[in-house]
């Protein structure tokens, strides 16, 4: 994602993120913490949100509005695993639903067909 925002970041292109907890307790520390990891094991460059629930009763709202406008290939709603991606237009529709292990280079060619 890193390479991503690096390569698109001055086309209006943003990264964001959100670590969640709901998934093997992968993110059990608290936002400092996941900040600090991810910076530096990571160097990432893009925004990174506050912890949130991505599924269930207490899922954020951000997430039930992109889960509702984009189901899975299996026709789910729900987030299978850490590193789900969506890609949202300039104009707030969401184009496009990826599985956790979608490479994010596979993301590049919609994302430089959107910027277009």
Excluded: H
Aim: charged residues 25%; aromatic residues 12%.
């Amino acid at each position: 994602m890193r390479t991503l925002q690096e390569e698109f970041g001055d086309e209006n292109f943003r990264v964001l993120g959100f670590p969640c907890n709901q998934f093997g307790a992968q993110e059990p520390g608290t936002e400092s913490e996941i900040l600090a990891f991810a910076k530096n094991k990571y160097d990432v460059n893009f925004t990174l949100f506050e912890k949130i629930e991505v599924n269930g009763a207490k899922a954020c709202e951000l997430y039930q509005w992109l889960k509702s406008a984009k189901q899975d290939e299996d026709g789910s709603e729900d987030i299978p695993w850490n590193f789900a991606k969506f890609i949202v237009d300039g104009d707030g529709s969401v184009q496009a639903r990826f599985a956790p292990q979608t490479a994010p280079e596979e993301l590049r060619p919609l994302i430089a067909s959107l910027l277009s």
